[in-house]
């Protein structure tokens, strides 16, 4: 496995920071100044402890498996944030009415949920028929797994929409997507507010696919702790010798 190192916390940093003066300027440009500043005071109360997590595991996780798998589910967070932060200021728009702002919440929670679910079903099932062969990627005399190795073998793949909707479907719900992001961004100037939906949708789909990876990756580090404490041993994981 790939050694978690110092630059991760300067990216998670920077698209942290980043999404936050993006919503903050979206926010005060469509909302004024006061949903800029409320959007501002929001980021800096959601990206601290997230930071702050990412930190205490980066220093604490040295070789050890589960904790370098807990730091990359954490990291997750601030990708999700900034893509998040192109939308979320459709909440502070006046213009925007209650009925369609409950809309677009429910619509992301739903999305977020079936695909956070998927993510998770698709693992559990490939971890059952895949666990039995952890065995020949552990080596029992210094306790180090070769989970990346390991892991290929469940061909995992991740898709832009649920399961169940079908690939021509899927190819042409993705050039719309595509085109509703194009045009919102070339019509920002002259129709602000239509404009934010036209790319925040996108983004938000473009999202629930993060939340399925993300929900993989916990789900990932909540096995090797299962399997640390079945086995009595804290699992190193291989080819991570040293951290930074």
Not at 115 to 140: D, L, Q
Not at 214 to 240: C, D, F, R, Y
Request: aromatic fraction near 12%; hydrophobic fraction near 55%.
């Amino acid at each position: 496995m790939k050694k978690v190192t110092f630059s991760s916390l300067f990216v998670s940093l920077a698209l942290l920071c980043g999404g936050s003066a993006v919503g903050w300027a979206i926010a005060g440009k469509l909302a004024g100044n006061e949903a800029g500043s409320d959007f501002l005071c929001l980021s800096i109360v959601l990206m601290s402890p997230i930071y702050l997590a990412q930190v205490v595991l980066f220093f604490i996780s040295r070789t050890r498996l589960f904790l370098q798998l807990a730091f990359i589910s954490v990291f997750g967070f601030s990708l999700l944030w900034f893509m998040l932060s192109l939308s979320l200021p459709i909440l502070w728009i006046v213009e925007v009415g209650q009925p369609l702002k409950m809309i677009t919440v429910f619509f992301t929670v739903l999305l977020f949920a079936i695909k956070g679910y998927e993510g998770i079903r698709v693992f559990e099932e490939t971890w059952a028929r895949k666990r039995g062969s952890i065995t020949m990627h552990y080596n029992p005399d210094r306790h180090i797994l070769d989970w990346e190795k390991f892991l290929k073998s469940f061909q995992l793949s991740f898709s832009l929409f649920p399961s169940g909707v079908p690939v021509w479907m899927g190819r042409i719900l993705t050039v719309v997507l595509v085109l509703s992001m194009i045009v919102g961004l070339n019509l920002r100037k002259v129709y602000p507010i239509p404009s934010i939906f036209a790319w925040g949708i996108p983004c938000l789909v473009a999202s629930s696919v993060l939340i399925q990876i993300m929900a993989v990756n916990i789900l990932q580090a909540v096995k090797v702790m299962q399997l640390e404490k079945a086995m009595g041993v804290k699992i190193e994981a291989l080819g991570s010798s040293e951290t930074g």
